[in-house]
């Protein structure tokens, strides 16, 4: 796959050489460009051409990345830079075209042959590949990520065709052209779940009574973020990367929901007090009417628009959907999560009653909102700290 100059910043050319012999898992950014990415765990660099190309490999599933800057005057929509892709490649799979982030964007799936090249044999594979015009003129970001034909089930990976197509879409939804991106759901899933229309929920606290507006598509599309992940997740038990695995899929949840909760987080920030602590105790009394519920058979975690519109949920997602309309009224807060207890509860950036954990030298109070009956507080034997690891977004 030949690929144009590539206009990646020296910065970003030293943080891949840096990382060409080992694994990473953490989001990798481009300062110059804007542009990041939080791809799933066990990524390392495999191949670098000059400035011309990056290749990565991923040692859980057997899939390949590749990841290319262009000029902006190189192509005039991200159909034509698909095309550029899609023809090295040998795949001819048409490209879809839409907007996404204000912005033209395609998005293509792979498909592509047996051929040799120079002598060598290069297996046929699939997958799916995108790109996306970046602001302010700064070019195209294209990227591939794709797998050979018999590295999965019929390999031994053990990994079916339909979870390589979930892995190859979650790393295309990972990718963010700019910072607010990253507060909104990612390209592969709004292409999938186009706008259908505005739908009211309610919001009734007290006093308060509220109608706040969902797009008919939110849920399905949020629930299809939760199930295509914890597939994912669920390949990284038994590898090295169980816990940094774990913090990927809230991070790519608590991102998919973000926007879809923004007006109604607007609405509720003009209804509900400033200061953050009493708006959090407003949320945190509702949240406590929640219907407790869990789905043992699947994600065991409800989209934030549905537990929002239905008053319902588990432990962790009472607790995200708490720490997003939080943070959407400048409240930080962090999700912990403790394998031992089975249990999450919401760390917030304000003064409470109760235990507190220190996150990157700043002290959270602790907000468990299984029950009423302690107001939020958490029981003495899950106050050991070393019990649990925190997840920032």
Not at 80 to 89: D, F, G, P
Not at 234 to 245: D, H, L, N, Q
Not at 356 to 383: H, P, W
């Amino acid at each position: 796959m030949k690929l144009k100059k590539n206009l990646l910043p020296a910065a970003f050319f030293t943080l891949m050489l840096f990382l060409s012999t080992e694994t990473f898992s953490f989001e990798l950014q481009s300062p110059e460009f804007g542009f990041s990415v939080d791809i799933p765990e066990g990524f390392f660099l495999a191949e670098k051409r000059g400035n011309d190309r990056y290749r990565f490999r991923n040692t859980v599933f057997p899939a390949e990345l590749q990841i290319a800057v262009y000029p902006a005057g190189d192509f005039s929509s991200g159909a034509e830079a698909l095309s550029h892709i899609t023809e090295q490649i040998g795949s001819g799979e048409p490209a879809a075209e839409f907007m996404w982030r204000y912005r033209k964007c395609a998005v293509t799936r792979l498909v592509f042959e047996e051929k040799q090249v120079d002598g060598a044999v290069i297996p046929g594979g699939a997958g799916w590949a995108a790109a996306a015009e970046l602001p302010l003129e700064k070019g195209w970001l294209a990227i591939a990520s794709y797998h050979y034909n018999g590295a999965g089930g019929n390999g031994t990976w053990g990994i079916s065709e339909q979870e390589l197509e979930s892995f190859h879409l979650s790393v295309l939804d990972s990718f963010s052209t700019d910072a607010y991106a990253k507060l909104s759901p990612g390209l592969v899933t709004t292409f999938c779940f186009p706008p259908e229309g505005e739908i009211k929920c309610g919001f009734e606290s007290g006093n308060i009574k509220l109608s706040v507006p969902f797009d008919k598509s939110d849920m399905e599309a949020g629930q299809y973020v939760i199930e295509r992940e914890i597939g994912i997740l669920s390949k990284y038990i038994g590898s090295e990367y169980p816990v940094e695995a774990w913090k990927r899929y809230y991070r790519m949840i608590f991102r998919d929901s973000y926007g879809r909760l923004e007006k109604a987080g607007f609405i509720l920030g003009n209804h509900l007090p400033e200061n953050p602590e009493k708006r959090a105790e407003e949320f945190i009394k509702w949240i406590f009417s929640f219907k407790y519920e869990r789905n043992l058979q699947g994600s065991d975690f409800l989209n934030l628009p549905e537990a929002f519109a239905e008053r319902r949920g588990d432990c962790d997602t009472r607790c995200m959907l708490l720490i997003v309309l939080m943070k959407q009224s400048g409240t930080d807060g962090v999700l912990l999560i403790s394998p031992e207890f089975s249990h999450s509860v919401a760390a917030l950036d304000i003064q409470r009653e109760g235990p507190s954990f220190e996150i990157d030298g700043k002290k959270y109070a602790v907000v468990d909102l299984t029950s009423s009956k302690t107001n939020g507080k958490l029981s003495e034997e899950m106050e050991d700290s070393s019990k649990w690891f925190a997840v920032s977004f």
